[in-house]
């Protein structure tokens, strides 16, 4: 509910407009989890506003922590579904990223992702995917003595394709009456929806942009992507610059390195030659973490290194992020309820 809608029901119950605010800032900026947490509303208001409204918040289910420091989390939805978020710390920069979920499984089916083989069962809410953000730094700020300082939309489903909810959870999140984050401090990851970048440009959002790419041709990218068959990467590369000229936000790439499918020197060049488009980009090839049931492994280090500075050496930015969380399966690729 928006401040107004709260006001409005709250006059029909008799209840002044003050009131409202004061539960709109439980429900928003102070995160409470039911309403026996909203400590300064009187408690027969409480007890009138449970017979009124629904109370659905997302609740804690199942906490795991990794050898490196990872966590993630698995809640359980007001209708019993599960999602995960995760929580990757880096400790001696005292920086920690969030990564939350947009959808109950994922549509798309991506060959290498745990995700994609649950199918897509709804969306999310915002305030759903609000509560994976806030209980993540509340976790950061519990467990590291430090707020969480990023926050990628790289769980579990395809934001694009939840594009209002994940918009308006956005939208709370950098509002003072919410997190009062900046969006820079924001990613939103897509696996590539021509038309739903363009929507973005148009609607000049503020946060930045990683598509995840993972095959610098066609050829290869409809074998692990079915969604490229209908959004090439002609297409893709001409959304991003459009979304470039219109919010002059971060791009990046994401890849994935497959080893044999996607990490010989001929991917590299190609992948160079996608980076010299009209919008500046940065590439991070991410270590594979292997899926029951699919048939690629791990990229050999070496050869992702010696990767990497050919597509260095030709002048475009580029990180490896080295795995992490994968003993817990929290890692790219792996988040599907399986514990
Ligand atoms: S990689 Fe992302 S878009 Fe592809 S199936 Fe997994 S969750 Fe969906």
Redesign the pocket.
């Given at each position: 509910m928006s401040l107004s809608d709260l006001q409005h029901a709250f006059a029909e119950i008799g209840q002044p407009s003050y009131r409202a605010k004061q539960v709109y800032e439980w429900m928003w900026k102070l995160g409470a989890r039911s309403y026996a947490d909203m400590t300064n509303v009187p408690a027969a208001l409480r007890e009138a506003m449970s017979e009124v409204f629904t109370y659905h918040s997302i609740q804690l289910d199942l906490r795991q922590h990794s050898d490196d420091g990872t966590v993630k989390s698995r809640y359980v939805l007001h209708d019993g579904h599960k999602i995960e978020a995760v929580m990757i710390p880096v400790a001696k920069e005292k920086r920690a990223t969030g990564c939350v979920s947009s959808q109950v499984g994922?549509s798309?089916?991506?060959s290498f992702?745990a995700?994609?083989k649950m199918g897509r069962i709804r969306n999310l809410t915002a305030a759903e995917i609000y509560d994976q953000a806030y209980d993540t730094n509340k976790l950061c700020l519990d467990a590291l003595g430090y707020p969480m300082t990023n926050l990628v939309y790289m769980g579990?489903?395809?934001p694009l394709l939840n594009y209002g909810p994940v918009l308006e959870s956005i939208n709370r999140i950098t509002s003072k009456n919410g997190m009062g984050w900046s969006p820079k401090r924001i990613t939103v990851s897509t696996?590539g929806i021509a038309k739903m970048i363009r929507r973005l440009a148009d609607d000049k959002v503020k946060f930045n942009l990683a598509l995840?790419l993972h095959a610098a041709s066609d050829e290869k990218r409809d074998k692990i992507?079915p969604i490229n068959e209908t959004n090439t990467l002609a297409a893709l590369m001409e959304s991003l610059e459009y979304f470039y000229k219109q919010t002059k936000g971060r791009i990046s790439f994401e890849y994935i390195a497959l080893r044999g499918f996607n990490d010989t020197f001929e991917d590299a060049d190609k992948l160079v030659r996608l980076c010299r488009g009209q919008f500046p980009v940065r590439v991070n090839v991410i270590e594979y973490n292997p899926v029951a049931g699919v048939p690629f492994e791990r990229a050999d280090e070496h050869q992702v290194d010696a990767f990497a500075k050919r597509v260095r050496d030709k002048g475009v930015m580029i990180t490896v992020r080295r795995s992490r969380g994968k003993d817990i399966d929290a890692a790219c690729?792996q988040l599907a309820n399986k514990a």
């Open positions: 994922c798309l089916t991506c992702c995700t994609g579990m489903g395809e696996a995840s992507m690729g």
